[in-house]
């Protein structure tokens, strides 16, 4: 059983197109943090979030945590190939320090 | 400055030789480390935690071990490898109100 869900898995779309995935669970999480890898590379930081309902913007990309604290959304607007990599929702579950991730959803956008 | 090491980016070893993956940090003290290992393209799966020299947990029984000799090491190890442990092996360091830092990952292949 997955502790966090990711969604969708793939998402294939074009220069431009604005997307959405999501990383669910039903356990309460302190925190949850997104990452985007690149093939061949470890996961990069991109934003945690931390308190239910907090919104935080890294430019074109918008995080949201949701008020129960269970799930999360990244956003992108205006997506460019650059965003292109496997993004990986990750966060440890109340009380415990041993980090989980979910699947991550791999995205590739087409110029 | 805070940084993780990871040795060697790429390796291919024959079934049933040994193996030795290193990880290490500089700029902290004492810090926990993780091992994971992600199949293709996909999400995480931990499989050893150290708080610690010396104190390993591990998370999925299998043919890897792992070693903490010193304060900033962690070191991934097989006296035997299986054709089943090849894989993109990652080592991270959780850096409290940062996140994770991961190392850039080994890709093994066994022949």
């Known amino acids: 059983t997955q502790l966090l869900e990711q969604s969708p898995q793939f998402l294939s779309i074009q220069e431009g197109e604005n997307l959405t995935v999501y990383c669910n669970s039903s356990s309460v999480f302190s925190s949850l943090q997104w990452y985007r890898q690149e093939p061949g590379e470890g996961p990069v930081l991109l934003v945690t979030v931390v308190t239910g309902g907090e919104v935080k913007k890294l430019k074109r990309l918008t995080f949201q945590f949701g008020d129960a604290r269970k799930d999360s959304s990244l956003h992108i607007t205006a997506a460019q190939p650059g965003d292109t990599g496997l993004y990986l929702c990750a966060g440890a579950p109340g009380g415990s320090y041993i980090p989980t991730f979910g699947r991550g959803t791999s995205l590739i956008v087409h110029p | 400055s805070q940084t993780i090491h990871q040795w060697p980016a790429t390796l291919v070893q024959p079934v049933g030789s040994p193996l030795s993956l290193e990880c290490t940090v500089e700029?902290?003290?004492?810090?926990?480390l993780y091992w994971y290992r992600q199949a293709a393209g996909r999400g995480l799966q931990l499989l050893f935690y150290?708080?610690?020299?010396?104190?390993i947990s591990s998370e999925v029984p299998q043919n890897l071990s792992a070693s903490r000799p010193q304060d900033r090491q962690f070191i991934l190890s097989s006296k035997k490898l299986l054709l089943s442990d090849s894989g993109f092996y990652l080592c991270?360091?959780?850096?409290?109100?940062?996140?994770?830092?991961f190392g850039s990952g080994t890709r093994l292949t066994v022949v």
């Open positions: 150290s708080v610690g020299i010396g104190q």
């Open positions: 700029g902290t003290s004492n810090p926990n």
């Open positions: 991270a360091w959780p850096r409290p109100g940062i996140g994770y830092t």
